[in-house]
C-alpha cells in the first residue's frame, strides 16, 4: 500500500506512529500546532520533547500548516489528547470531506459532555471513523518491539483498512467491531494505573497492585458494560492488555503520576513535573459521574476522584476500600 497519511499531533504518540507508516513505505505529514516544535523536529531530525533518542524516518515531513498536512491524504490519524478531539475536529472539518477515514488513537472521555471520543467525532460530522487501542508504549512502538493493539469500527470494511495500513512484522493489529467496549476499554484503565501507582508510591507491595489491577478491571467492564460494551471485549487487548501494561510500566504517566501521588507530592507538582498530559485525571472525573448516572459501583473510581478532586489522603481511601462490607466475588445462583 502507498499513499499519503497526515498524523495530526506531533507528540510521543504521534511521533511513534508516524515512524511506524513511513517505515512501511508511506509519506507522512506529522502536524503539530507549535512552529517551534516543527522546526526542532526539521532540524534535528528526533522528536526530543516527547520521543527522545529515536530518529524520524525520511518519509515524514513535519509541518504546521493543517490543511497542507490533510491534502490528497488517504487516511487521517489523529493523535491529540482527549480534551482536544473537538476543537481539533473542528477544525480539520474544514479541509475535510466525508469520504476521509479518521483513526481517533486517544484513550480518554470527553470531560464535559462524558461522550466517548469517537461519538465526539460524529458529532462534528465525521462518520468513517476508526479506533485504535492497546497495549502500545510510544517508546516501544518507536523502537520497533513487538507491539499488538486492535482497530475498532462499526464498519468492518474501514476497521479492515486500517488493520492493513497498520500491520507490519513489529506491529499486529486486530480488529473488533466493538467501538464502546474498546474506547471504555483504553480511557478507564488510565484510572486504575493511577490507582496502582499510588499504592506503589506508598510501597504497598505486589499483593495490592494485583487487587487493584483485578477489581479495577470489574470496575471497568461494569461501566463498559452498562455503556452497550461487550464483555469479552474487556478480556482482550483494549481491556486487560492496555491495564497490564499501564499499570506495571514506567512508560505510562499515569502510574508515574500515581506514585508520586502516594509519595505525597500534590497533583500540581506532579503534573509540573511529568509535563505531558495524564489522561486518567480528567478521565476519573468524567468516569465517576457517569458511575454515579448509570447506578454503577466503582469503588476504585471513586477512591481515585476523592484523591484527585477532593484532597483526601492515599491512606484513607485504602484503608476504606479494604474495610468495604463483605461481598462475593462473582454472584451465583448456585449458592
Known sequence: MTGTIAVIGAGSWGTALAILLARKGFKVNLWGRRPKQIKELLETNENKTYLPGIKLHDNIEPMNDLGKAVKDVCLVVLSVPSHAVRLMAKELKKYLDDKTIVVNTAKGLELDTKRRLSVVLQEEGFNRIAVLSGPSHAEEVGSSLPTTVVVASQEREIAEYVQDIFMDPTFRVYTNPDVIGVEFGGALKNIIALATGMADGLGLGDNSRAALMTRGMTEIARLGVAMGGKVLTFTGLSGIG??????????????????????????????????????????????????????????????????????????????????????????????
Open 242 to 335: 492496555d491495564l497490564i501494561v499501564t499499570c506495571t510500566s514506567m512508560y505510562s504517566r499515569n502510574r508515574r503520576a500515581g506514585i508520586q501521588l502516594g509519595q505525597g507530592k500534590s497533583l500540581s507538582e506532579v503534573l509540573n513535573e511529568i509535563g505531558m498530559v495524564v489522561e486518567g485525571i480528567k478521565t476519573t472525573a468524567a468516569a465517576f459521574e457517569l458511575a454515579q448516572q448509570y447506578d454503577v459501583q466503582m469503588p476504585i473510581t471513586k477512591a481515585i476522584y476523592q484523591v484527585l478532586y477532593e484532597n483526601k489522603p492515599v491512606t484513607d481511601c485504602v484503608a476504606e476500600l479494604m474495610q468495604r462490607p463483605r461481598t462475593h466475588e462473582v454472584e451465583s445462583e448456585n449458592w
